[in-house]
């Protein structure tokens, strides 16, 4: 008889097949490679350099009661890394696959196989990464001299840890999702957690209540000599939260996904065609498509949704100041960019072709499919910018033109460059289930990692301008980020309109 | 006096990379004629399909469609054609009526509502007229787009292996397509593996071999030893 053991050996073996098979499916290996070196560059440079700053040798007070607060909040950031694992499990429909639905149907792979596999994919995620950095940078900021390494390793058992957590919490989330009235048992648990959370936050408790969480003791003794003890702890439930997370996931998996065939199905009655006063007719039908393919999607309208709420809420209840506000824009956008954007003629899948033998200017359809991008990403961020505007109130002038800047920037930015990658590297997906992605996953890292790191260095750049004494200078200094980024769209839109080009990425992205 | 061939391809020649899809097809097909295009998989029928259809473009060769030339005017050619391509070609997340609509509005066509339920009808898709065509089963896909083909009842007409998975009624209803398109004068261009519709259909046969032409007749003297003598 075969024992449990044996039973996920079998699916780690059938991972690493899976993961072989997706690895030797990469097409730029250079760049894949260059990519993850980048990342785990950068990960090790937030994990060592801020060390290396004397915060308390500057002698401002300002700085100090900085540095006091950042302290007293670590607990609060690990906790929040839980909170961002458990919701992007749930986003994700209960985390990435490594075979698309289609590809997996004919092969016996298994819910523990599947559950590996989300894992495994879990940090080819913008936010889990930029969270991962954020947690590293902080712990070498305030952990005592001599006592960095083992603050970080305990860093890196809580990410190991939490993952897992939200990974079993997503597959269960899953499971009642998909069970009869389970759409509607998860939005309204969803939302009442979330009104819970606003009303302890408005009574003043939240705070208190967060920093009284275990997390607190896990960010202190990571900086003692007793951090063994709670690297020691965390694998240990991380361990446990692998073997759990099998249960739920194969429970969810087992159940027919309802939302997804819900929205396969859905009848939508027939609109009269626009008649818009300021674009074509044309236009306006091609972009009411395009805006259709965005918001009947299960993954699509879930992401943008998590993405739009979710940092925003971030800043409402830590109560961000506009200086790390700035930060977010960038970061929700390219989140919304890797929803679909990365590869955004993939909206239209098989499609694709009976979309090309339509009669209309490749540049109009360019242009609508740029603007559907664009608005999407504009969305998710400018959710992120209210509300923190609710938090802060208005800002003073210069920090205002500042974010404002930053926000159109790094917008453009997002826009032209996952433009020039569609038109570039498109790839044949299929976006019908909430854990499928739009390019595949090696591909996918990349790209959230060049994201972030180009949109977060922009937005450095205007935190620094929003403390000068002019407030012209972040509109000026914009202006060379617009002209730059409004060519390279201009260069996409121009590969684009080449018929050759637009038959390749027709053919690929149509898989045929 | 005479009228042009609607469909004229001298030596076309499509390449993508280092593969060689279609190496040199000649092809003539006259207006209110059906011709089958025939041909083992890989023998290049769809590529050529879509060069007629202006998604690809020609690499070398001479292809003319309805009097617009495929490699310089593709928005006159697609004007002209209406083409069910042999995989897919539904966007996913939009109803059959949005299809319609969209290809109506893009024809500039005025009043298309009728013959769009008329051929949703026809094709027995009239129930699920607003219905997200992701969860559509592959017989469904195709008898979509072969409506989609035909909405605007265009100059020329290709169809790609339009009778894949469909069921017996919608074949007798894909033939009926192809039947008025003739009748109203328009050129058809069928492409399938199937010969006995493909002569029930057609009038014509040009058989592709290796991306090459290697042989064009009368259907009916296509019999299946003949056929099969051309594929080897």
């Known amino acids: ?46 994990a060592i350099a801020p060390s290396g700053f004397d915060v308390r040798s500057v002698g401002a007070p300002a700085v100090e009661q900085a540095l006091t607060s950042v302290q007293g909040n670590l607990g609060a950031a690990f906790a929040g890394f839980l909170l961002l694992a458990v919701s992007s499990a749930m986003g994700s429909g209960g985390g990435r696959e490594l075979l698309s639905r289609s590809e997996a149907a004919v092969h016996p792979v298994g ?20 969270q991962l950095w954020g947690l590293l940078a902080v712990t070498a900021l305030v952990a005592p001299a001599g006592g960095l390494l083992g603050a970080q390793v305990v860093v890196l058992a809580w990410v190991l840890a939490a993952t897992a957590l939200g990974q079993a919490v997503g597959w269960a989330v899953e499971g009642v999702r998909r069970s009869p009235h389970g759409v509607v048992v998860v939005r309204v648990v969803g939302g009442a957690v979330l009104a819970a959370l606003a009303g302890l936050h408005l009574a003043g408790v939240l705070g208190p209540l967060v920093r009284s969480l275990p997390t607190t003791w896990l960010a202190e003794t990571a900086q003692t000599p007793r951090w ?101 824009p960038g970061l929700t956008a390219s989140g919304a960019a890797l929803l679909f954007g990365v590869n955004a003629w993939c909206l239209d899948g098989r499609g694709m072709v009976w979309r090309e033998t339509l009669p209309v200017a490749a ?45 159109l920037v790094v917008v453009v930015q997002v826009l032209a460059i996952v433009m020039t990658w569609s038109v570039r590297s498109p790839y044949a997906v299929d976006l019908s289930s909430p854990r499928a992605t739009p390019a595949p996953h090696a591909a996918m890292a990349g790209y959230a990692g060049r994201l972030s790191l180009v949109t977060t260095l922009t937005a450095l750049l205007f935190t620094g301008l929003a403390v000068v004494p002019w407030a012209w200078v972040p509109a000026v200094a914009a202006l060379p980020f617009l002209a730059w980024s409004g060519r390279r769209l201009v260069r996409a839109r121009r590969c684009w309109l080449a018929a050759d080009e637009r038959a390749r990425v027709v053919l690929t992205v149509a898989a045929v | ?41 890989g023998a290049g029928k769809s590529t050529t399909m879509k060069v007629l259809a202006g998604v690809v473009p020609p690499t070398a060769g001479e292809v003319t469609v309805a009097g617009h030339d495929a490699a310089t005017d593709a928005l006159g050619v697609k004007r002209a054609v209406g083409y069910c391509p042999d995989v897919g070609g539904l966007v996913p997340r939009a109803t059959p009526w949005e299809h319609l609509q969209l290809s109506a509005r893009l024809r500039r066509m005025p009043d298309w509502e009728d013959r769009g339920r008329d051929l949703l009808e026809r094709f027995e898709l009239g129930d699920v007229a607003h219905r997200v065509v992701g969860g559509f089963s592959h017989g469904m896909s195709r008898r979509l787009s072969v409506v989609l083909a035909a909405l605007h009842e265009p100059a020329v007409l290709l169809l790609d292996e339009p009778f894949d998975g ?67």
Do not use: K
């Open chain 1, 1 to 46: 008889m075969r024992s449990s053991i044996d039973g996920w050996l079998d699916a780690a073996r059938d991972t690493g097949h899976l993961v072989a098979f997706r690895a030797r499916t990469v097409r730029r290996r250079r760049a894949s490679a260059f990519g993850v070196a980048v990342v785990l560059a950068l990960t090790a440079a937030f």
């Open chain 1, 363 to 407: 540049g109009d359809v360019f242009d609508v499919r740029a603007l559907v991008v664009a608005e999407c990403m504009a969305l998710v961020s400018g959710v992120t910018v209210v509300l923190a505007l609710l938090r802060n109130g208005l800002p003073p002038l210069v920090v205002g033109v500042a974010v404002l800047s930053c926000w």
């Open chain 1, 228 to 328: 063994p003890l709670a690297v020691v702890v965390l694998l240990v439930l991380a361990a446990a939260a692998v073997v759990v997370g099998a249960r739920p996931a194969a429970w969810a998996l087992g159940l027919p996904p309802r939302e997804e065939l819900r929205v396969q199905s859905g009848v939508h009655e027939a609109r009269h065609a626009p008649e818009p006063r300021w674009t074509s007719p044309e236009r306006a039908l091609l972009r009411r498509l395009d805006r259709d393919s965005v918001w009947r999607s299960v993954g699509m309208r879930r992401g943008l949704l998590v993405l739009g709420l979710g940092p925003g809420l971030v800043a409402l209840v830590a109560g961000l100041e506009w200086g790390s506000v700035m930060v977010l």
């Open chain 1, 111 to 130: 819910p523990v196989t599947e559950h590996l596999g989300a894992l495994l994919l879990a940090p080819v995620n913008l936010a889990w990464l930029v």
């Open chain 2, 1 to 41: 006096m005479t009228h042009a061939p609607a469909v004229v391809v001298r030596d076309l020649h499509v390449r993508f990379g280092d593969v060689e899809a279609v190496a040199g097809v000649d092809l003539t097909a006259e207006a209110g004629q059906a011709t089958a295009l025939l041909g083992r998989n």
């Open chain 2, 166 to 232: 469909v069921d017996p009624l919608g074949v007798d209803a894909t033939l009926e397509v192809v039947a008025d398109a003739r009748a109203r004068g328009a050129c058809v261009l069928l492409s399938t593996h199937l010969r006995d519709l493909a002569l029930e259909a057609c009038g014509e046969a040009v058989v592709l071999r290796g991306g090459n032409r290697v042989a064009a007749m009368q259907a009916g003297e296509l019999t299946g030893e003949a056929y099969r003598a051309l594929l080897d």
